[in-house]
């Protein structure tokens, strides 16, 4: 069942990723969606910081994804991709794409939080947790929905 919360500042924002982020383990995807603007990278703020990874988070948009070391041994990395860059060529091969980085990372032993990555992420993970950020017309308040998907 989707969850939902009013995010009214950017602070609120930072707050719920960073509850979602103490909640991921090894394995899991996260998928943030929404149009530009919505939020997504600072929400991966969060979800870095309930996680203790090393920052600093920015948008990973022109070299497709940045792995965030676990800052204690046994918890997992943070893996934050972008595939906004991707999303105009047709068929494209999102694992393919991670393989080719050579990211030094196993995606099993981390968590993957994917910008832009609706339709593409079903091949990474059997379930995923599907984040969908809205902005309010002329406004700073954002509507963050939230679920676990089975692919």
Known sequence: ????????????????GSKLGEQLRAGDVVVLSGPLGAGKTVLAKGIAAGMDVEGPVTSPTFVLARVHRARRAG?????????????????ADLLGELD?????TDLEDAVVVVEWGEGL????AERHLDI????????????????????
């Open 1 to 16: 069942m989707a969850e939902q919360q009013t995010l009214d500042r950017a602070q609120d924002t930072i707050a719920l």
């Open 75 to 91: 918890n997992p990395d943070m893996i934050h991709v972008d595939v906004y860059r991707l999303l105009d060529q047709h068929g």
């Open 100 to 104: 080719s980085l050579d990211l030094d």
């Open 121 to 124: 992420v079903e091949r990474l």
């Open 132 to 151: 969908r950020l809205e902005r309010l017309v002329e406004s700073d308040v954002r509507i963050a929905t939230w679920e676990w998907v089975s692919s």
